[in-house]
């Protein structure tokens, strides 16, 4: 695996859910600090994006944000960040968050945060990037996605050896550790269709 300089953490951008995910997401940006390593997200002061930014940032880290200009205009942007990249679509600001990051990091949160964790795998199913994915699975919140794709696997629409590409912890304390242990495996696109 290539030596972790910045991870990109997904999130919800939401404030109104549990204190639990809230707390998760101030841990994980000062453990995230306390390792050297930069936080690469989606540019916002709101929800559990901005605590871990928050947290990263008063923890001694660095913390780049990318955000589109649609999402920037209703300003909910952070405006204290190390770095803070305005861009065009979605879709830019994606491939920046990938292409800037060597692991990624996945606490709970709402649809976006699924669009970007399903890309992720499908572009580590096809031999895109081989950088580790960690899912904080934290109060079983993405209990019965891990359940679907199980399911997808035994409906033959995967391989099992596919769900190696991410790693599953119960608590965000266990993310640096899945981090710095997650398989260097390069996954070969060539065998998707076998």
């Keep these: 695996m290539t030596e972790i300089k910045n991870v990109c953490v997904y999130c919800g951008s939401s404030s109104n859910v549990d204190d639990d995910f809230k707390n998760a997401a101030t841990k994980l940006g000062a453990s995230i600090a306390a ?23 008063s923890s001694g880290g ?6 589109p ?12 960040l ?26 709970p949160g709402g649809l976006g945060t699924l ?30 996605l891990l359940n679907a794709i199980d399911n997808i696997a035994n409906e033959g629409f995967m391989r099992q ?7 599953v912890v119960d608590k ?7 981090l710095k242990n997650a398989p260097s495996e390069k996954f070969d696109p060539t065998t998707k269709w076998i």
């Design 35 to 57: 390792e050297k390593w930069g936080v690469v997200y989606g540019g916002g002061r709101v929800g559990l994006m901005g605590l871990v930014a928050d947290s990263a940032m």
């Design 161 to 167: 050896e596919d769900k190696a590409m991410f790693v």
């Design 69 to 80: 200009s649609h999402i920037e205009e209703r300003e909910v942007q952070h405006e204290e």
């Design 172 to 178: 965000v304390e266990d993310v640096v550790e899945a």
């Design 62 to 67: 660095e913390v780049v944000g990318i955000i």
């Design 115 to 144: 669009d970007e964790l399903f890309e992720l795998l499908t572009w580590k199913q096809l031999g895109l990037h081989d950088k580790p994915i960690v899912i904080v699975n934290m109060k079983g919140y993405w209990e019965k």
């Design 82 to 107: 190390t770095e803070l990249h305005v861009v065009d679509t979605m879709h830019v600001r994606k491939q920046m968050m990938v292409d800037r990051s060597q692991a990624f990091v996945i606490l």
